[in-house]
Each structure stands twice: as structure tokens, then as C-alpha cells.
RNA sequence: GCGGUCAUAGCUCAGUUGGUUAGAGCACCAGAUUGUGGAUCUGGGGGUCGCGGGUUCGAGUCCCGUUGGCCGCCCCA
């Protein structure tokens, strides 16, 4: 056996397999269509400077990078988000407002595999440039939760946490930091559902000790969960900034319960993902019974396209991935059986009945039917058997008798019942057994 | 990058204290079966036991290395 390994990580789709992934593209693709956003897509190969523009140096330690012939460096994408900052921005002027766009492609990062995670997967990315209002943080977390509902999850299944950097950032300005400390606090908070106490060392080795009571408040805010309590922890604190952030805060939450989301959407502002070019509202989602990984996750980032070069637009996004998605679909028992079966199985009696069928054959494919047959000759036994294996519907018996006739015998797979039809009546035939049928 | 664990047919696995030519089920192919159903029976193909080295008269089995999978840590845009 040749010994080429499939790169570590990296994945095939066989056909079953295939059928999965497509099943879920096409259930986002299409919800994606309902909200009216547009689909885009963009090169697999960018400049690595775009990711280290967006993220620093750092980054290129997890990128599959490389110098490519003509001396540059580019690295295969790891996200879409610079690439689709870039893609508006060249054209922000003369695209109709609010941009609605969204892309179902595949991504690279060179990083230790991982349960729901590889080195390459696919990413639904929806995104709306131009809206600096919580407008579009209501129309992307719709969609985010249409995207998954359309699978048959529901608040059983999952639930998406909503969380803030702005709010964040005004509670501790309020508190009296600055703001490099409170992107270390910052940095506690995002950490501390994992490592607890231990969260915040890193801060205080290079900021001095929290003070107990200024920690005891961070930690209040961090476990608020819903609107009434933010508002009576932000209100003992006053502030205007914090006020008017409030009022985002009930207006959006207004907005999904009257989407009819509430259900779905908790407050949570323990989450901050990581990395920060999140610059105000954030949201995640979760499987309930919290055993995998996130399973979508995005945020507002009104500074990014402005970072890369051009002109500055409001803008928020979220990604929903491939694998930790069908994990949870097969935990659920929510991957449907994809076979993909032909509608019409021909049973050809012999080379004369064999070019007799070919004609019907081609033309009921013309017409929109998956049509099957036996390329060797098989005795009738073994053709019954294939077509009742392949799950046809309907199967067209081409024999010596029905050649003489000038007709064709159909049989309806599924009720064991089978008629003649004279040969020029078969596409109806066929057709009013398709629709009229079920 | 670090730690744990595993690797035998396309898949799931068995393989005795180290002992002839490495097995089963499923799947696949063919026949029984040249005019009617997913069954059954019979037969067949498919393995340098992940790879490399070592110990031994003899290694799928023991030892070392390596590659890869899985799980966790770091990271997670």
C-alpha cells in the first residue's frame, strides 16, 4: 500500500460524509438568504501582513505561512474577518447601506488537534459594516440563532451569551482604572471562569494587589446575569457613559425578546474573547450541557477596518464552525440519514432493451429525475435487488416483452404495484407519479 | 510547544507466559439465481500487524526510537 498519510489535521470528505457538510452549508446558506444577507467569497492565500496587521506578530506562530515564489509572504487564512474589512473597505463607498454579507468558506491555523478542532474547517461568517447601532448586534444574533434552530436545536440545545467590552471598560473606569489596567483586568475576567482567583496574579504582579473590595465588585459584575441586576449594580455607580451604555443594553435585550429570543439569549458578561479588537457587545454560543468547545462566537469591532488602511466603519460579525456544530447536531441525533438515492431505477432485460432504455433514460435526466441502472447485464433477480438497495421510488422494466409492445413496465417500489405504459407516455407517466404522488 | 494514552483488513475488534502459513463480524466482489425485492447459503479478494531499529533459535506480542490518532494543557482571531 503507497504510505502518503493525509496531512495531520486535515480532513477528506468522503461522500457520506460530504453529504453532512453540505447538508449544514445549505441550511445556513439558506437562512442567510432569508435575513438578506449576500454571499461573498475571497482567496484562500492572503498576505500574512493582513493577519499580523490585525492580530501582531504573534500570530504567525499559529498560521500556515510561508515565502511563496516570488518572495512574498503570505500564509493560507486563518479567519475572514481581515479579508472581509478589506473587500468592503475598497468599495465602502459605493455600497448600499447597511452591508449585509455573509461567506461559507474554509480556514487554516497550524495548531495541536484537538475534540472540534483541526487544522482546517469551514466557517459560516456573517457580518454588517456601516451600522454603528445595536440595529446589527439584534439582526446578527437572530441570525446566529436562526442558523442553529434551523437544525432543530433549541434552548435545550444551546444558548448564547451576550456580554460587553464597552460596558466593561466604562464599570472600571467607573471603579477608577485606567486603561491599561483595565485591559489587564480585563484579561482576568476572561480567564477567571477556568483558573478562579489565580486569574488575576498576572495583573497583580504588574499593577500591585487589587484592592479586596475593588476585586469583590469586578467579581459581582462578572456574575450578573440578567438586565435588573446590571442595572442596579450600574445604577449604585452612576456615571453617564454607564447610562447611556445601559440604555443599549435595553433596547438590544427589547429587540430579541420581541424577535422572540429571550429564551436563547442569556447576559453574561463573564465572556470578553480573548483577543481584543472587540470594541463592544460580544456573544458566544454554547451547547447546554457544556461538554464542547464554543460553537460560534462574535462581536462588534468598529476599529478594525480603519486598523487596515482605510476609511473608518462600524462593523459587527460572528463565525459559527463546522465541527464542534456536528458534534453537537450528532450528540443530538439531529444529522438526518443523507442518502442520496436515485428517483428512478432502470431494470434492462438485454443490449437491444439496453439501447431501447437509453433514450428514456436521457430524457427523464433531462427533465430533473436521478436516474440509475445497472451498467453490466444482470439477471432480473439481482436488478430488483439493486434497485430496492438503491432506494429508488420507482423502477423502469425494459424486457423483451415490453419492447415487442412498444410499452414500459413501472413499478412503484414502495407498493409493490407495477403497470404498463406505452413508451411515449413515460415522461408523464413518471412526472405525475413525482408530483401527484406523496 | 508540553503531558497522558492508543495503533492488527475499508469499519468494529480478537489474537493465550513470545512458538507453524495472523483470525472473526460487518462491508465489498462472485455464484446458487436469464422476468420481480433489502433474506439465505457457498466461495473470493483484501494485511510487509503504522514505520524503523533492538533483544531472541523465533516478535503482532518484550525494549528503544519515530510517525500518526484520541484526550488534556498552552492557545483559541
Not at 282 to 302: I, P, Q, T
Not at 418 to 433: K, S
Request: net charge neutral; hydrophobic share 45%.
Amino acid at each position: 500500500m503507497a504510505s502518503f498519510q493525509t496531512l495531520p489535521g486535515f480532513r477528506e470528505f468522503y461522500p457520506d460524509a460530504l453529504a453532512r457538510r453540505n447538508h449544514l452549508f445549505r441550511l445556513w446558506r439558506q437562512t442567510a438568504h432569508t435575513f438578506g444577507f449576500a454571499e461573498y467569497d475571497a482567496p484562500v492565500l492572503e498576505p500574512l501582513e493582513l493577519y499580523k496587521t490585525k492580530s501582531g506578530d504573534e500570530i504567525e506562530g499559529q498560521l500556515f505561512s510561508f515565502t511563496d515564489k516570488g518572495g512574498r509572504e503570505v500564509a493560507l487564512r486563518p479567519e475572514m474577518t481581515p479579508t472581509v474589512c478589506r473587500l468592503v473597505g475598497e468599495r465602502a463607498n459605493a455600497l448600499k447601506r447597511p452591508i449585509k454579507w455573509f461567506s461559507i468558506a474554509e480556514f487554516y491555523r497550524y495548531e495541536r488537534m484537538q475534540k472540534g478542532r483541526g487544522r482546517c474547517f469551514f466557517q459560516f461568517n456573517a457580518d454588517i459594516f456601516g451600522e454603528p447601532g445595536i440595529e446589527a448586534e439584534t439582526e446578527l444574533i437572530a441570525l446566529l440563532a436562526q442558523n442553529l434552530c434551523a437544525f432543530g436545536l433549541t434552548e435545550q440545545d444551546f444558548y448564547i451569551r451576550l456580554s460587553d467590552r464597552n460596558l466593561w471598560f466604562f464599570f472600571l473606569e467607573a471603579l477608577g482604572f485606567d486603561d491599561a489596567r483595565s485591559r489587564s483586568l480585563l484579561t482576568a475576567v476572561d480567564r477567571f471562569e477556568k483558573l478562579g482567583d489565580d486569574a488575576f496574579k498576572p495583573d497583580a504582579e504588574q499593577y500591585g494587589a487589587l484592592e479586596p473590595s475593588k476585586q469583590a465588585q469586578i467579581l459581582a459584575f462578572l456574575g450578573i446575569r440578567s438586565l435588573s441586576a446590571l442595572e442596579a449594580q450600574v445604577s449604585s455607580l452612576g456615571g453617564d457613559k454607564l447610562r447611556a451604555r445601559l440604555d443599549d443594553w435595553r433596547r438590544l435585550l427589547r429587540n430579541l425578546e420581541a424577535m422572540g429570543l429571550s429564551r436563547l439569549v442569556e447576559v453574561d458578561l463573564g465572556v470578553v474573547r480573548g483577543l481584543a479588537y472587540y470594541t463592544g457587545f460580544v456573544f458566544e454560543a454554547f451547547d447546554r450541557k457544556g461538554e464542547l468547545r464554543a460553537l460560534a462566537g462574535g462581536g462588534r469591532y468598529d476599529n478594525l477596518v480603519g486598523k487596515l488602511g482605510y476609511a473608518e466603519l462600524p462593523a459587527v460579525g460572528f463565525a459559527i464552525g463546522d465541527m464542534t456544530f456536528a458534534l453537537l447536531l450528532e450528540q443530538r441525533g439531529l444529522m438526518p440519514n443523507l442518502v442520496q438515492a436515485p428517483d428512478v431505477y432502470v431494470v434492462i432485460g438485454g443490449p437491444a432493451e439496453r439501447l431501447a432504455a437509453f433514450g428514456d433514460i436521457q430524457a427523464l435526466r433531462a427533465a430533473g429525475y436521478r436516474v440509475d441502472y445497472p451498467m453490466k447485464e444482470l439477471a432480473f433477480g439481482k436488478q430488483f435487488k439493486a434497485a430496492a438497495e438503491s432506494g429508488a421510488k420507482l423502477a423502469l422494466i425494459y424486457g423483451t416483452d415490453e419492447l415487442a409492445k412498444g410499452v414500459v413496465k413501472v413499478r412503484d417500489l414502495g407498493e409493490r404495484s407495477e403497470r404498463e405504459v406505452p413508451a411515449a407516455q413515460l415522461l408523464a407517466e413518471v412526472r405525475a407519479f413525482f408530483t401527484g404522488g406523496a
